[in-house]
Nanobody, 121 residues
Framework: QVQLVESGGGLVQAGGSLRLSCAAS????????MGWFRQAPGKEREFVAG????????YYADSVKGRFTISRDNAKNTVFLQLNRVNSEDTAVYYC??????????????WGQGTQVTVSS
């Protein structure tokens, strides 16, 4: 079992930046592929970004490619999501997730509670 706690959400102006963090506890963090998802009001939860166990491999949804960056620090059991040049469509609850399988997309096994990101115009 892995416990995940997100932080760093908040209100940000359009065009601005924000950095989300997700602290993991429980099993060995480096054994898990990590991902970020988001769910906007009235919409289904969608994949945002994923990062491999060593941090070398990454994958992004087209909607955030070039604006968001996922990274991880295995020594600190933490995964990050840097949001740059945000716009109103980035407003959502952002979830951190862990995957036991070595795939960056697909079904993730463990989820955090989420952190709200609101972009103001």
């Amino acid at each position: 079992q892995v416990q995940l706690v997100e932080s760093g959400g908040g209100l940000v102006q359009a065009g601005g930046s924000l950095r989300l963090s997700c602290a993991a506890s429980g099993r060995t963090f480096s054994n898990y592929v990590m991902g970020w998802f988001r769910q906007a009001p009235g919409k289904e939860r969608e994949f945002v970004a994923g990062i491999g166990r060593s941090g070398i491999s990454t994958y992004y949804a087209d909607s955030v490619k070039g604006r968001f960056t996922i990274s991880r620090d295995n020594a600190k059991n933490t995964v990050f999501l840097q949001l740059n040049r945000v716009n109103s469509e980035d407003t959502a609850v952002y979830y951190c997730a862990a995957n036991r399988q070595p795939v960056l997309t697909g079904t993730y096994d463990y989820w955090g509670q989420g952190t709200q990101v609101t972009v103001s115009s």
